[in-house]
C-alpha cells in the first residue's frame, strides 16, 4: 500500500505553510496527500451539548478548505482529508504511523528568539515512528527552486546515521537537488588534559582524517543507491547543532537524525532542537531504525 504524506492543519497560518509544502513534495514523489485536523471537544459544565457540534463542524470545514484549495492548485494530486476527534498528539503520532512522512507548521519568530514549537509539536517529533518534518509559517517555493542543497547531519556509525541519509538522498532525487553532509567532530576529553596526548595527535595530522574517512563510509552505499545525485563532504570541528545551523543557512531543507526513546520518557535531541527552534529552512527529524 502506497504511504500518503500527511499533514496535521489546524487553520494557523503555520499549518497551512505546511501543507503547501507537503503537497509540492507529493507531487515530486507521486503520493497521495492527507490532511487531518485533531481536535478534542473540551466540556464545560454550563456549555450546551450544541457547541460540541459546532467545533467539530469547524474543524472539519477548517481541513477542507485547505483540501480545495490544494486540489485547485494541484490537479492531479490526490488530496483527502479527515478531523478527527481525540487528543492531538496522540492522534498525530497514530497517523504518521500509516504515512510516509508527517508535516507539521513551526511559528517564526526571527534570527535571535528562533522558532515556536509547541508542546504537541515537540511530543510528537519524539514519539513519531515516522519522519517528521516541520515547516515555517513564511516558507516559500522558490527556495526550492534556488537549487539549494539538502544538509543532512551525519554521526556515529553508518547504522546510527542510516535512516537520516536515506530519507536525505530520497528527497534530493525526487527534487533534483544536491545532498551536502556534514559530519561534526570534537576533541575527545583526554586531548585537552594531556599535551602529550595533544602533540602525539599534530604528528599523525589530527582527527579530522578519521572523520573524513568515517563520513565516505556511512555515505557510500546511499551514493551507490542514488549515482545521479551530487554529493558534497563537510567535516568540521565544533558543535554539531552550530555546525549544522551554519550549513543550514544555504539549504532548502536539514535533515537530522532523532534519539532513541530514554527511560525517562522520549526525547528528540540536542541537535535537533537547536535545528528546530533556529533553522530557517523546513526541518526533517527521522527517528532511529
Do not use: N
Request: charged fraction near 20%.
Amino acid at each position: 500500500m502506497t504511504r500518503p504524506i500527511t499533514v496535521g492543519v489546524d487553520g494557523s497560518p503555520e499549518s497551512v505553510a505546511a501543507a503547501a509544502w507537503a503537497a509540492r513534495e507529493a507531487v515530486r514523489r507521486d503520493l497521495p496527500l492527507r490532511l487531518v485536523h485533531a481536535w478534542q471537544w473540551q466540556p464545560y459544565e454550563m456549555a450546551p451539548a450544541a457547541d460540541r457540534e459546532s467545533v467539530a463542524g469547524w474543524a472539519g470545514e477548517t481541513v477542507e478548505e485547505v483540501r480545495r484549495t490544494l486540489a485547485d492548485r494541484h490537479p492531479g494530486l490526490g488530496v483527502a482529508c479527515e478531523a478527527l476527534e481525540g487528543p492531538p498528539v496522540a492522534t498525530l503520532v497514530a497517523e504518521a504511523t500509516e504515512a510516509e512522512e508527517l508535516v507539521l507548521g513551526s511559528r517564526g519568530y526571527g534570527a535571535v528568539m528562533g522558532f515556536l514549537l509547541g508542546s504537541v509539536g515537540r511530543q510528537v517529533i519524539a514519539e513519531s515512528v515516522r519522519p517528521v518534518v516541520l515547516v515555517r509559517s513564511d516558507d516559500r517555493a522558490s527556495a526550492e527552486a534556488a537549487g539549494r542543497e539538502i544538509v543532512v547531519g551525519q554521526h556515529g556509525t553508518p547504522e546510527d546515521s542510516a535512516p537520516a541519509l536515506e530519507f536525505a538522498f530520497a528527497t534530493a532525487a525526487a527534487r533534483g537537488a544536491s545532498v551536502r553532509a556534514v559530519r561534526a567532530w570534537t576533541l575527545p576529553p583526554v586531548f585537552a588534559y594531556s599535551p602529550a596526548s595533544l602533540k602525539l595527535l599534530d604528528e599523525i595530522g589530527g582527527l579530522e582524517p578519521y572523520e573524513k574517512e568515517a563520513l565516505d563510509e556511512a555515505l557510500r552505499p546511499w551514493r551507490e543507491r542514488h549515482p545521479g545525485v551530487p554529493v558534497t563532504t563537510q567535516v568540521e570541528m565544533g558543535s554539531a547543532g552550530q555546525v549544522l545551523l551554519s550549513a543550514a543557512d544555504r539549504a532548502q531543507l536539514v535533515v537530522v537524525g532523532r534519539h532513541s526513546s530514554r527511560p525517562v520518557g522520549p526525547r528528540i535531541g540536542s541537535v535537533a532542537h537547536a535545528l528546530v527552534h533556529h533553522a530557517p529552512c523546513p526541518v526533517a527529524v527521522v527517528p532511529p531504525a
